[in-house]
C-alpha cells in the first residue's frame, strides 16, 4: 500500500522523532492533488463531502453556557501560520485554558522516555529489522534512514511501526523539527505561555505510541513496506497535504490518500479500506473518543480553546460529529485566506 497510513503516521511523528536530521534551506515540492485529472479532482471531493464536516479547521461548540473553541493544527511550520496566530487571538484571550494533544510536560516527558523507556521506539531483545524484512527491503530502508540521519544499526532495533513513520517525513521537514520550528500547535502553546494561560494535554505522552502495541506484527511490517514506497516523494506528501489543509479541505486528505493507494499500490480495494480503516480507528477516533470527557469536564469551568491535528475534526467518528451527539451546536468560524 503506497500512502494508506503515510499521512496518518504525520500527525504523531512530529513528536515523536528519532534523531535529528540535516536541516536543508527550504522544503519544497510538488502538490499531488493538483497534479491529478480535473475530473479526479472534482470526484474526490465529492466523496469528502459526505463526511461530516468535512471541510474547515475553525469552529465553535456551544451547549448552554457551555463553549469550546476548536481549531485543527498542522504540526509544521508554515508562514501562513501567522495569519492563523492573528485570528485566534480573541479566542485565546476568551478562553480560561488552551487544550492540546502534548503541551510542554508531554514533550519533556516524551524526551525523557527516549532515554529511560527505550521500549516505548525500540525492540531490545529478538529479532531486528534486517531479521524480520526482506535483504532488499532492509536495504532500501537503511539507505532511507541514512538520508534521514539515522544510522542503519541504530534503525535496526526501531519496532517497525516507528521506522515507517520516521520514513513518511522528508528529510527536510525532520531537519525543520531538530532545528526548534514550531507548527501551529507549538506557536499557539507559546502564545499561550506568553498570556500565563494554562496549556493542558488532552492525554498522556504515550498514548498514541502504546496504541501501536495493539497493532499486530504483520501489520507493523506493512507500514515499513508501505512508507518505503513513497520516503523518497515525502515532500511531495508534505506538499499535498499543506495544500489542503490551508484550503481547509480536511477531509479531502483522508481521499486523496485512499485514492493514490488504489493507483500505485497494486493492492486491491479491500485491502487498502481495511488499512485506511485500521489507522483511522486506531490514530484518530479512538484518540477523539478518550478527549472527549477532558474537553467536555474543562468546558464546564468556562471557555476553552482547544487545538489539535486537523484531521480529528471531519468524519463520523470525528471530534466535531462526537460534540455534536453531545448536544453542542457547532459553527464554522472565518479564517484568512
Not at 17 to 28: D, F, G
Not at 86 to 93: K, W
Not at 151 to 173: D, G, R
Not at 237 to 262: K, P, Q, S, V
Request: proline share 6%; aromatic share 8%; glycine share 6%.
Amino acid at each position: 500500500m503506497r500512502t494508506a497510513r503515510s499521512l496518518l503516521c504525520r500527525i504523531v511523528v512530529a513528536t515523536c522523532l528519532c534523531a535529528p536530521a540535516p536541516a536543508l534551506a527550504l522544503c519544497v515540492g510538488e502538490n499531488l492533488f493538483d497534479a491529478l485529472a480535473p475530473s479526479v479532482q472534482t470526484e474526490l471531493r465529492a466523496r469528502a463531502a459526505e463526511a461530516p464536516f468535512a471541510e474547515g479547521l475553525y469552529w465553535r461548540a456551544e451547549r448552554g453556557d457551555a463553549r469550546i473553541t476548536l481549531i485543527g493544527t498542522f504540526h509544521f511550520d508554515d508562514p501562513r501560520h501567522v495569519e492563523t496566530l492573528a485570528a485566534l487571538a480573541p479566542a485565546l484571550a476568551e478562553a480560561r485554558a488552551l487544550l492540546v494533544e502534548a503541551g510542554p510536560a508531554e514533550e519533556a516527558a516524551l524526551q525523557a522516555a527516549m532515554v529511560e523507556r527505550l521500549d516505548l521506539f525500540f525492540v531490545p531483545n529478538g529479532p531486528t529489522l534486517p531479521e524480520r524484512l526482506s535483504a532488499s527491503d532492509w536495504q532500501r530502508l537503511s539507505d532511507a534512514m541514512r538520508i534521514r540521519g539515522v544510522p542503519a544499526f541504530f534503525a535496526a532495533k526501531f519496532k517497525p511501526w516507528y521506522a515507517a513513520m520516521t520514513l513518511s517525513l522528508s528529510p527536510c521537514a525532520l531537519g525543520e523539527v531538530a532545528a526548534g520550528q514550531k507548527g501551529l500547535d507549538g506557536q499557539l502553546i507559546a502564545a499561550a505561555d506568553a498570556r500565563g494561560l494554562p496549556v493542558r494535554a488532552l492525554e498522556p505522552f504515550d498514548a498514541a505510541l502504546t496504541l501501536f502495541d495493539l497493532v499486530s506484527e504483520t501489520d507493523q511490517l506493512d507500514l515499513i513496506r508501505a512508507a518505503l514506497l513513497t520516503a523518497s516523494a515525502a515532500d511531495d506528501y508534505t506538499a499535498t497535504l499543506a495544500g489542503a489543509y490551508f484550503a481547509e479541505e480536511t477531509r479531502l486528505i483522508w481521499e486523496f490518500t485512499r485514492h493514490d493507494a488504489l493507483a500505485n499500490s497494486g493492492l486491491d480495494a479491500e485491502v487498502v479500506d481495511a488499512q485506511l480503516r485500521l489507522g483511522e480507528e486506531y490514530l484518530l477516533e479512538r484518540r477523539n473518543r478518550a478527549w472527549l470527557a477532558p474537553i467536555l469536564a474543562e468546558a464546564a469551568e468556562g471557555p476553552v480553546l482547544v487545538a489539535i491535528g486537523a484531521l480529528h475534526l471531519p468524519g463520523q467518528g470525528g471530534l466535531l460529529a462526537l460534540l455534536q451527539a453531545e448536544g453542542f451546536r457547532l459553527t464554522r468560524l472565518a479564517l484568512p485566506r
